[in-house]
C-alpha cells in the first residue's frame, strides 16, 4: 500500500474513533428541565428546544404550524 493510502486509511479510522465520543449530544451542550419544559444549556445560555408538550409556548407554535397546513389544505381542495 502507498503511503497515502495508510495516511488516508488511518485518518478515516482516527476520526471513527473520536466521533463516537459525546453519545449524540450536541459537543458543550446539556439538557435541562424547567417546568416540564426542556432547555439546551451551554455557553451561559439556554435556548428552548421546543419538543416539549405541556408548554403554552410550544402549543400555540404548533397550532400556528398546523392552522397553516389546513389553510393550504383548503386552498389546494378548493382549486380542484
Known amino acids: ?3 497515502i493510502k ?3 486509511l488511518l485518518a478515516f479510522i482516527a476520526l ?3 466521533g463516537c465520543d459525546n453519545n449524540g449530544k450536541p459537543l458543550g451542550y446539556t439538557y ?3 417546568d ?3 432547555y439546551m444549556a451551554g455557553f451561559n445560555q439556554l435556548a428552548h428546544k421546543g419538543n416539549c408538550s405541556f408548554c403554552k ?3 400555540s407554535i404548533k397550532w400556528e404550524k398546523r392552522k ?3 389553510e393550504e389544505f383548503v386552498i ?3 382549486e380542484k
Open 1 to 3: 500500500m502507498t503511503t
Open 6 to 8: 495508510k495516511i488516508i
Open 16 to 18: 471513527m474513533v473520536v
Open 32 to 34: 435541562v428541565v424547567l
Open 36 to 38: 416540564s419544559c426542556e
Open 57 to 59: 409556548e410550544c402549543d
Open 68 to 70: 397553516k397546513e389546513l
Open 76 to 78: 389546494k381542495l378548493n
